[in-house]
C-alpha cells in the first residue's frame, strides 16, 4: 500500500470516502502543483504516511512566483461542463515575501439527468526566506457535491453467464434509471404508501441524492 503526502503532510489512502485523510486533487489544485515524487519499494522512513509504507508518492506545490502575475484558464464542454481557474501571484512585495492565492470552479451537468457535480476549492501560499530560514504557510479549502446515480443494471438475480462448458448466457443487460429531479410532484406520484413500487426490487427509481463534503487543510513550517 502507497503512502501519500502534499508538502510533508501525511494524505490518506486515496480510496472513494477514506477516513484517514485526503486526497491530492482535495488537498491541492492541479495548477498549483510543483512536482511528484514516487518511490517504488519501501518509501523513505521520512516520509509522514498514514498507511502502510510499501512505496510513497509525495506531491510538492508551486512556491508563489517572485513577481506580480495573473493566471486565468477556462474549460468549456459538453453537458455544461465548464472549469475556472483564477491565481493571483502578489510578487515579493508582502511583508518581504511573496503569496499566491487561486480559486478554482468547476460544475458539470450529469449525462442522464438534472443533476450537477460541482466543486469550489481555493488555495492560498505564503512564502518569506530570512537568514536563518523560509517561513511556509499553506492553506487549502473544498467544497464539493457528487450526485449518485445507482448502476445501470437491471432486476435482481443477476448471472454473469458461464465460461465454460456447458455454455449459459449472462442475464446481465443496461438499463438506465434516471432519478426523478427536479420534478417534486412526480416522485410522489411514483410512491405507493410512502414505498416505491414492490414490482420494482431493487431496481427502483430514485429521486436525488449527493455526497456532499468540505475539507479545510492547512500548514505552517519554518
Not at 26 to 32: D, F, G, I, K, P
Not at 142 to 171: L, M, R
Amino acid at each position: 500500500q502507497l503512502g501519500y503526502t502534499m508538502d510533508g503532510v501525511p494524505l490518506g489512502d486515496q480510496q472513494y470516502g477514506n477516513y484517514n485523510g485526503l486526497s491530492v486533487s482535495r488537498a491541492l489544485t492541479s495548477e498549483n502543483t510543483a512536482k511528484v515524487v514516487l518511490s517504488s519499494g519501501a518509501g523513505a522512513l521520512g516520509v509522514a504516511s498514514t498507511s502502510n509504507l510499501g512505496g510513497a508518492i509525495e506531491t510538492f506545490s508551486t512556491d508563489p512566483a517572485k513577481a506580480f502575475g495573473v493566471d486565468v484558464r477556462e474549460t468549456l464542454g459538453s453537458y455544461d461542463t465548464n472549469r475556472t481557474f483564477l491565481r493571483l501571484d502578489t510578487g515579493e512585495t508582502l511583508l518581504g515575501g511573496s503569496a499566491f492565492i487561486s480559486y478554482l470552479r468547476q460544475d458539470a451537468k450529469a449525462w442522464d439527468f438534472a443533476g450537477h457535480q460541482q466543486g469550489d476549492q481555493i488555495n492560498a501560499k505564503y512564502v518569506h526566506d530570512d537568514a536563518r530560514g523560509r517561513l511556509t504557510l499553506y492553506a487549502d479549502w473544498q467544497d464539493k457535491v457528487e450526485p449518485n446515480e445507482d448502476a445501470t443494471a437491471y432486476g435482481n438475480g443477476q448471472t454473469p453467464g458461464s465460461t465454460t462448458y456447458p455454455y449459459t448466457p449472462s442475464t446481465y443487460f443496461p438499463d438506465t434509471r434516471p432519478v426523478i429531479y427536479p420534478n417534486y410532484q412526480a416522485g410522489l406520484n411514483y410512491l405507493t404508501a410512502g414505498a416505491p413500487p414492490a414490482a420494482a426490487g431493487n431496481n427502483f427509481t430514485n429521486y436525488f441524492s449527493a455526497a456532499q463534503r468540505t475539507d479545510l487543510l492547512g500548514y505552517a513550517r519554518y
